[in-house]
């Protein structure tokens, strides 16, 4: 099972939005609308962001959003502070009770 | 709150066999199942393995399959990770997951442990 494709970086300035790819195939993120993003700061565990393309857990702030079209799926942080430097990665359901993560986007708020 | 703890992690030599045990609390840990995610140095996620609620199924990726075995004590709230035939490639922290889905694994991480880091060298 292959990694899913996400840029390596992306940055934006405070109150910017940034959106961050991920893209796999139609066995993948083409084929469920099970994909979740996850936030990680440096030498920290990854916290759930989003789960099933686009809901959000408690807890999480609407300015994150995500969405599909075809086999990519993409999260976008909007109202950019701060705190919401961190890597970010995408996950998604691949069959046969399988996952497969992205490779990882740093995102840095300039 | 929910809490994960892993421990067991250290250094093994290529070969070597190592058990990674992931303490819960905060939860009703027998109606949730639970998994393994680890990241090697400076990389990226990786999905290990997932055992349902109740134990009666597991599954795992196919870089584990065949040498790593998941399972759990449900009595003692603890996640089990053996893993046997370790390989430099498996250099990595270790974290436990907890699934999202109640009585039913929907295969999304909601709450992390901190991890546990592996190294296998010589």
């Known amino acids: 099972q292959s990694a899913l494709t996400q840029p390596a970086s992306v940055s934006g300035s405070p109150g910017q939005s940034i959106t961050i790819s991920c893209t796999g195939t139609?066995?993948?993120?083409?084929?469920?609308?099970?994909v979740s993003w996850y936030q990680q700061h440096p030498g920290k565990a990854p916290r759930l962001m989003l789960y099933?393309?686009?809901e959000r857990p408690s807890g999480v702030s609407n300015r994150f959003s995500g969405a599909k079209s075809g086999n990519t799926a993409s999260l976008t942080v909007s109202g950019l502070q701060a705190e919401d430097e961190a890597d970010y990665y995408c996950c998604s359901y691949a069959g046969s009770s399988s996952l497969v993560f992205g490779g990882g986007t740093k995102l840095t708020v300039l | 709150q929910v809490q994960l703890v892993e421990s067991g992690g250290g250094v093994v030599q290529p070969g070597g066999s190592l058990r990674l045990s992931c303490a819960a609390s905060g939860f009703s840990f027998n109606s949730y199942a639970m998994h393994w995610v680890r990241q090697a140095p400076s990389r990226g996620l990786e999905w290990v393995t997932f055992i349902r609620h109740d134990g009666s199924s597991e599954y795992y990726a196919d870089s584990v399959r065949g040498r790593f075995t998941i399972s759990r004590d449900n009595s003692k709230n603890t996640l089990y990770l053996q893993m046997y035939s370790l390989r430099p490639e498996d250099t990595a922290v270790y974290y436990c997951?907890?699934?999202?889905?109640?009585?039913?694994?929907?295969?999304?991480?909601?709450?992390w442990g901190q991890g546990t880091l592996v190294t296998v060298s010589s």
């Open positions: 139609s066995r993948d993120v083409g084929a469920y609308n099970y």
């Open positions: 099933d393309v686009s």
């Open positions: 997951a907890k699934d999202q889905g109640q009585f039913g694994e929907v295969l999304i991480f909601d709450y």
